[in-house]
């Protein structure tokens, strides 16, 4: 999620654990270490693009760092305050379910995170919310503001920031239940029109949980189609997109193209340009036109580097950028409600 979002739970699970006993103490520690994980950036630097995708949500976004970092801290923060005489215990306990709590809301995102690490780096995801979502952070916002200027020993207190806390919890839970909705009519919609197909995935289409992209890979052919809740019509209109994964047959053992795959999950195409570069596209993250016009671009889009031996040794990313063109928004806004 973005960075105000893990602030703000961060800052929420902070005052609901310690508030009480000290103050916006334990909103603003926990603000802070609703941030910590993902200061994995910083290393960003110092390597390759190859190694940056692999570290990108890493072991920072672990249950096990969590558990590992959490007593360090919370020693950290009880010499800080150790007037208040809380106790090394109690914070490394606060620590410890902010971040994990960042991991948490991290895994309902399509990039998920790798939170079995160092046992796995399997990304996971359940793919039903999207990295900006008004509809989480503004109630667990509100609850935490308001709580925040009650006194510290108040009833109303804790109870206003359970609530932010409740309301933004349940959302995630609507979300998954949507998703199984939706999951469904793309399935059953497919299946009718084309047969069996491979695998599919689905996600939100923006800071929705109301307009969702369906991703279905049938040989190498990936299918995509929106689809929201308030269309009166589940019979889906797909449009073909051809994977080409003959250009990158060749390549495909080589590091560039392992990490490449590794991360998009087998959603993606492939295309060589008049100059011969080969680009690799990751399409869950979709279109720039947020797949609304015939004319968007991809926007996740990666070129392949050859080192002298001729192997994908590594690739050069485009920053994503959506098109926000007054006409798209409207478009987007009127298709969100199944216009």
């Not at 797909?238 to 495909?252: G, L, Q, T």
């Not at 492939?270 to 680009?279: K, Q």
């Given at each position: 999620?973005?960075?105000?979002?893990?602030?703000?739970?961060?800052?929420?699970?902070?005052?609901?654990?310690?508030?009480?006993?000290?103050?916006?103490?334990?909103?603003?520690?926990?603000?802070?270490?609703?941030t910590?994980?993902?200061?994995?950036?910083?290393?960003?630097?110092?390597?390759?693009?190859?190694?940056?995708?692999?570290?990108?949500?890493?072991?920072?976004?672990?249950?096990?760092?969590?558990?590992?970092?959490?007593?360090?801290?919370?020693?950290?923060?009880?010499?800080?305050?150790?007037?208040?005489?809380?106790?090394?215990?109690?914070?490394?306990?606060?620590?410890?379910?902010?971040?994990?709590?960042?991991?948490?809301?991290?895994?309902?995102?399509?990039?998920?995170?790798?939170?079995?690490?160092?046992?796995?780096?399997?990304?996971?995801?359940?793919?039903?919310?999207?990295?900006?979502?008004?509809?989480?952070?503004?109630?667990?916002?509100l609850?935490?503001?308001?709580?925040?200027?009650?006194?510290?020993t108040?009833?109303?207190?804790?109870?206003?920031?359970?609530?932010?806390?409740?309301?933004?919890?349940?959302?995630?839970i609507?979300?998954?239940?949507?998703?199984?909705?939706?999951?469904?009519?793309?399935?059953?919609?497919?299946?009718q029109?084309?047969?069996?197909?491979?695998?599919m995935?689905?996600?939100p289409?923006?800071?929705?949980?109301?307009?969702?992209?369906?991703?279905?890979?049938?040989?190498?052919?990936?299918?995509?189609?929106?689809?929201?809740?308030?269309?009166?019509?589940?019979?889906?209109?797909?449009?073909?997109?051809?994977?080409?994964?003959?250009?990158?047959?060749?390549?495909?053992?080589?590091?560039?193209?392992?990490?490449?795959?590794?991360?998009?999950?087998?959603?993606?195409?492939?295309?060589?340009t008049?100059?011969?570069?080969?680009?690799?596209?990751?399409?869950?993250?979709?279109r720039?036109?947020?797949?609304?016009?015939d004319?968007?671009?991809?926007?996740?889009?990666?070129?392949?580097?050859?080192?002298?031996?001729?192997?994908?040794?590594?690739?050069?990313?485009?920053?994503?950028?959506?098109?926000?063109?007054?006409?798209?928004?409207?478009?987007?806004?009127?298709?969100?409600?199944?216009?």
């Amino acid at each position: 999620m973005d960075s105000i979002t893990q602030a703000t739970l961060g800052a929420a699970v902070g005052e609901a654990l310690l508030g009480k006993k000290v103050g916006y103490r334990a909103a603003a520690w926990g603000a802070v270490l609703g941030t910590l994980p993902d200061l994995d950036i910083l290393i960003n630097p110092f390597v390759d693009t190859v190694n940056e995708l692999y570290f990108h949500r890493n072991i920072t976004h672990s249950f096990f760092f969590a558990l590992l970092i959490s007593p360090f801290i919370g020693w950290g923060i009880d010499k800080v305050h150790a007037q208040l005489e809380i106790g090394w215990k109690r914070w490394a306990n606060l620590s410890f379910w902010v971040i994990a709590t960042h991991i948490l809301i991290d895994i309902p995102t399509t990039y998920g995170t790798q939170a079995l690490q160092p046992f796995t780096n399997y990304p996971v995801t359940t793919d039903s919310i999207f990295i900006i979502d008004p509809l989480y952070t503004v109630p667990l916002l509100l609850g935490l503001l308001v709580s925040l200027f009650l006194n510290r020993t108040s009833n109303k207190r804790r109870i206003i920031n359970y609530a932010g806390l409740t309301i933004s919890t349940f959302y995630l839970i609507w979300a998954l239940g949507i998703k199984a909705h939706v999951h469904g009519t793309f399935q059953e919609s497919f299946t009718q029109q084309y047969g069996n197909y491979e695998k599919m995935k689905t996600t939100p289409n923006g800071p929705t949980t109301f307009l969702w992209n369906g991703y279905i890979v049938k040989n190498d052919t990936l299918y995509h189609s929106l689809y929201s809740i308030f269309d009166e019509s589940t019979d889906l209109e797909f449009r073909s997109i051809p994977r080409n994964s003959h250009k990158i047959k060749p390549y495909i053992n080589d590091r560039a193209l392992e990490a490449l795959m590794w991360f998009s999950r087998g959603y993606y195409t492939v295309e060589e340009t008049d100059e011969g570069d080969l680009l690799y596209y990751d399409l869950r993250f979709g279109r720039d036109d947020l797949w609304l016009t015939d004319e968007g671009g991809f926007v996740w889009r990666n070129r392949l580097i050859f080192d002298d031996a001729g192997n994908a040794h590594t690739f050069e990313q485009d920053l994503p950028s959506f098109d926000a063109r007054s006409e798209n928004l409207g478009l987007f806004w009127n298709r969100i409600w199944g216009q």
